[in-house]
């Protein structure tokens, strides 16, 4: 169904749409702030850049990042207990061989998929909380 309904805190990217909509004043600079929001978050989120070798200046920009904790919760989901990794090419060969070793070249630690989870409901639920008091704000003036 359309429109807000309870479940839309939980979702960090609507809540990030919706605090840059409540932040600014025009549909243009809403788009602007969202946009330079979202791309620092995308090129940090672990799929560009590996969590072992970001830059120590992106540190905050990557704990802020509501794509890398899905990111990681996603990948330790689906490679944690996977103990082989076949390759049905003969001429190729694997780069990994069990699932331990995708996670490693990710920089992700194994088994660490609930406190991604939570993490992410978090920047969810604080993104409302800032798109509220911003219109509250607003309201006050």
């Known amino acids: 169904s359309s429109g807000i309904n309870a479940e839309w805190p939980l979702r960090p990217g609507s809540s990030v749409g919706i605090f840059c909509g409540s932040v600014m004043k025009t549909v243009d600079a809403a788009g602007s702030l969202l946009l330079a929001i979202t791309v620092p978050s995308l090129l940090l989120g672990g799929l560009y850049q ?44 694997c780069q990994f061989n069990n699932g331990s070793e995708v996670l490693s070249f990710y920089g992700i630690e194994n088994n660490i998929w609930l406190p991604n989870i939570v993490a992410n409901l978090s920047l969810g639920l604080g993104m409302c909380l800032l798109a509220w008091f911003s219109l509250w704000w607003r309201l006050r003036k």
């Open 50 to 93: 590996n969590d072992n070798t970001t830059p120590y200046w992106f540190m905050p920009f990557k704990y802020l990042s509501w794509i890398r904790y899905a990111w990681n919760a996603m990948m330790v989901n689906e490679f944690r207990n996977v103990d082989h990794i076949e390759c049905d090419v003969q001429e190729i060969s």
